[in-house]
């Protein structure tokens, strides 16, 4: 393509002027690639070229990249760094049938349903599952339990995500064959976040959405007949939301040796723990998002602190309360995944202004009920 011509569909380079001196433009699988030099800061670029690209369905970004260049004189290889802004096409849509999130989705089913079994006592082990498949079936009201609160906390981020035209997936399920049945679920976010006020509105939306359905699923298990204790050497421990809403119903969480709560009730629990652990505020957890959106570019002192809190925390466990080993690895295990979180840093708005004052509200109070799901050691080994 000739080095002025604009591709197809784009913003002519003269639009630019005063911003971005095109040298060269290319279309590559889509996506349109102006080749030059910034005539402003890179984050001014963006903030001003963004609606001039969305008008025309695109997302834009300011890089750079590498390029290899002969020297004519003495042959030698020479590599430049040249900056290209790269309009990619904008879509909230869904194209065609997600067999990926399908197929995920019906694995976590089954994976959800061995887990409920177990709990119920009509299997002891995923092998059993193989041998007895109809007894697996036992397990549904806690696969339903826990897919439920799952799939609403996702779904929550993709409503928002579509409100504000921001391009995501929708959820994939992670199956696993644990205690749980599940290593959760996540979707991906493939656009930009054009404001704060959208990155706190797709944060925050997740955990409170899963959070009441955490809360009514614990008042519905709390409502259940008790069940046999199963064969699985775990035991766990309950946050204050969980001990709150068994006060409010009147009805026990601890029963006499060889009964357990309703397995629902568990269910409950998974969602409230992985609530907590999606609010931890670094990086590209919903916390992470909150945080971002709330205090700006000061998120990244809080995300320092985090892995050393919970370094801390795992210490204190081990050196003062002397707690088992589960406990103290799990939130070393945090500690370090935290730091891979922080390091990436959260998403990075195109226009950074401050939030207001509800929704900062907000997300003091979304912390805060996050912190009543949490339980400095989760679960015990029962060995």
């Known amino acids: 393509m000739a080095d002025s011509d604009p591709p197809a569909n784009g913003p002519p380079a003269e639009a630019f002027a005063g911003l971005f001196r095109v040298t060269e433009t ?13 005539l ?48 990619t096409p904008h879509s909230t849509g869904i ?26 006592g009509t299997i002891d082990t995923v092998g059993d599952a193989f041998l007895d498949p109809m007894a697996v079936l036992a397990g549904w009201p806690f696969a339903l339990a826990v897919l439920s609160i799952l799939g609403v906390h996702e779904l929550g981020h993709y409503a928002l995500s579509r409100y504000h035209g921001v391009d995501a997936s929708l959820p994939y399920f992670i199956p696993l064959p644990n205690v749980i049945g599940t290593m959760g679920a996540v979707i991906s976010m493939r656009g930009r976040m054009p404001s704060r006020k959208t990155l706190f509105d797709i944060g925050v939306a997740g955990p409170l959405a899963g959070l ?28 204050l ?44 957890l ?65 226009y950074d202004d401050a939030l207001d004052t509800k929704r900062v509200l907000l997300g003091f109070v979304t912390f805060g009920l996050g912190i009543l799901c949490f339980t400095p050691v989760p679960f015990e080994l029962a060995l």
Request: with cysteine.
């Open 286 to 350: 919903d916390g992470g998002h909150l945080v971002r959106a709330m205090v700006g570019e000061r998120q990244a002192t809080v995300g320092a602190l985090v892995p050393a809190a919970l370094f801390g925390l795992a210490a204190y466990l081990y050196y003062v309360q002397q707690a088992a080993f589960n406990a103290v690895f799990l939130w070393v295990f945090w500690g370090v995944f935290t730091m891979a979180f922080a390091y990436a840093g959260p998403a990075t708005p195109i």
């Open 212 to 239: 009441v359905v955490a809360c009514i699923v614990t008042l519905v298990g709390l409502g259940l007949p008790p069940v046999p204790t199963p064969a699985i050497p775990i035991e766990f421990n309950y946050p």
């Open 26 to 38: 290319d279309v590559d699988g889509g996506q349109l690639r102006y080749y030059g030099e910034p």
């Open 40 to 87: 402003v800061d890179g984050r001014r670029l963006e903030r001003r070229l963004w609606p001039l690209f969305r008008d025309q369905g695109y997302e834009v970004r300011l890089t750079s990249e590498s390029n290899s260049e002969k020297d004519p004189f003495t042959g030698i290889e020479i590599d430049r760094t040249r900056h290209v802004l790269v309009a």
């Open 95 to 120: 194209d065609g049938i997600p067999w990926t999130n399908v197929a995920f989705a019906l694995l976590t089913v089954l994976s959800t349903l061995v887990a409920g079994a177990r709990w119920y």
């Open 241 to 284: 939301l969980v001990q709150w809403l068994a006060d409010l119903t009147g009805q026990p969480i601890d029963y006499p040796a060889g009964m357990s709560v309703n397995p629902v009730v568990f269910a409950g629990w998974v969602g409230m723990f992985v609530t907590f652990l999606n609010l931890i505020p670094v990086g590209q």
